[in-house]
């Protein structure tokens, strides 16, 4: 069974901090994704990547950036926490033709 | 653009009784097309999948959905609803020129009377 591991459950922060979400999934899948959920607007994509080192923006990327030097470790920076960052945070990991495989999610609060 | 609806924002059923939550999609070729489950504070879990083929799928927990090309709908549903199937469910489209993201509704969270 696919397992997608993020590092925090709950993560409390302050304004200006750098802050990093750690995600790492066991079954070398090629994809993974960072997606904020936020309440009446669903799940967004944050970044995605499709091999190491390689990223793609997705829909919301500003103020957000990512790092993947190993294939199995995929983590989202936030370069200085805003109020506006409090969400919960989840990954995923997939590889081709399959479903995304969910982390069970980083409930951030920046204050 | 690709998009996902979920008009049902909340729903509530008596145990027991059937359910189905409804999903509109909009997308340019054949779509391939999710459904997901998030019980409270945690991540998603995947209910079934239709990719292509038979238009009825079956899924986990006694779910299944029904892909309706001429209605651009993927309406999931159940039999007999449990207390246990309270949650928030998410329909959702993988976009597969962006890496397979997923474009997802906004979500019908589903409540259950005893």
């Known amino acids: 069974d696919v397992k997608v591991t993020q590092s925090s459950r709950y993560l409390v922060k302050r304004t200006g901090e750098k802050v990093f979400l750690e995600c790492v999934q066991d079954m070398d899948h090629e994809n993974m994704f960072w997606y904020r959920q936020d309440p009446g607007l669903g799940l967004r994509l944050i970044y995605f990547?499709?091999?190491?080192?390689?990223?793609e923006k997705g829909d919301i990327p500003e103020g957000y950036s990512v790092s993947r030097e190993k294939k199995e470790r995929f983590s989202l920076i936030l370069e200085s926490a805003s109020t506006n960052q409090t969400s919960m945070y989840l990954c995923?990991?997939?590889?081709?033709?399959?479903?995304?495989?969910f982390g069970d999610g980083t409930r951030l609060s920046i204050l | 653009a690709q998009s996902v609806t979920q008009p049902d924002i909340h729903i509530t059923v008596s145990e027991g009784a059937s359910l189905e939550l409804r999903c509109n999609y909009s997308?340019?070729?054949?779509?391939?097309l999710f459904w997901y489950v998030q019980s409270p504070g945690q991540g998603l879990q995947l209910l079934l999948k239709?990719?292509?083929?038979?238009?009825l799928v079956q899924g986990i927990k006694g779910f299944e959905a029904e892909f309706k090309r001429s209605q651009s709908s993927f309406n999931l549903r159940k039999p007999s609803v449990h207390w246990s199937d309270a949650a928030e469910y998410f329909c959702?489209?993988?976009?597969?020129?962006?890496?397979?993201?997923?474009?997802f509704g906004q979500g019908t969270e589903l409540s259950v009377k005893p």
């Open positions: 959702a489209v993988v976009v597969y020129n962006q890496g397979g993201k997923l474009i």
């Open positions: 995923a990991s997939r590889t081709a033709n399959q479903p995304q495989h």
């Open positions: 239709y990719f292509s083929g038979d238009t």
């Open positions: 990547s499709y091999d190491v080192k390689m990223k």
């Open positions: 997308y340019g070729a054949t779509p391939y």
